[in-house]
């Protein structure tokens, strides 16, 4: 079982490897947030409360509640990990806007089924 009761599995492997930026896109497609930021010169900024990871047409998105797209770039290149916590992941990769490396965390929001 994933992170948190999710259902799905962490993809296992070397983050480097070919595949495995699009096998962790789809482990973090429609992943609810709570918080997106990046960090810049060491100095780690929030862009946005709330949100949603989503991997459309091998891309990988980063959407704040209003719906605006913070992120996005190609999962394929992307070099991703989740943090020790587990409750966030970090992605490495260039955005598919502005063509600039970004670091961007983004941080799960947290539930869990009633029984």
Same mark, same amino acid.
Do not use: Q
């Given at each position: 079982?994933?992170?948190?009761?999710?259902?799905?599995?962490?993809?296992?492997?070397?983050?480097?490897?070919?595949?495995?930026?699009?096998? =962790?896109?789809?482990?973090?497609?429609?992943?609810?947030?709570?918080?997106? *930021?990046?960090?810049?010169?060491?100095? +780690?900024?929030?862009?946005?409360?709330?949100?949603?990871?989503?991997?459309? !047409?091998?891309?990988?998105?980063?959407?704040?509640? *209003?719906?605006?797209?913070?992120? *996005?770039?190609?999962? +394929?290149?992307?070099?991703?990990?989740?943090? =020790?916590?587990? +409750?966030?992941?970090?992605?490495?990769?260039?955005?598919? +806007? *502005?063509? !600039? =490396?970004?670091? =961007?965390?983004?941080?799960?929001?947290?539930?869990?089924?009633?029984?």
């Amino acid at each position: 079982m994933g992170a948190f009761g999710s259902g799905k599995k962490v993809p296992k492997g070397d983050p480097g490897r070919r595949g495995f930026g699009t096998k =962790m896109a789809k482990y973090l497609d429609a992943k609810e947030l709570r918080c997106i *930021s990046e960090r810049c010169d060491g100095v +780690e900024c929030v862009l946005a409360h709330g949100g949603v990871i989503a991997y459309k !047409n091998k891309k990988l998105y980063l959407v704040d509640d *209003s719906g605006s797209v913070l992120f *996005s770039c190609v999962a +394929e290149h992307m070099n991703s990990g989740e943090l =020790m916590s587990l +409750e966030g992941v970090v992605i490495d990769a260039v955005d598919a +806007e *502005s063509g !600039n =490396m970004r670091h =961007m965390i983004a941080y799960y929001k947290y539930w869990r089924p009633l029984d």
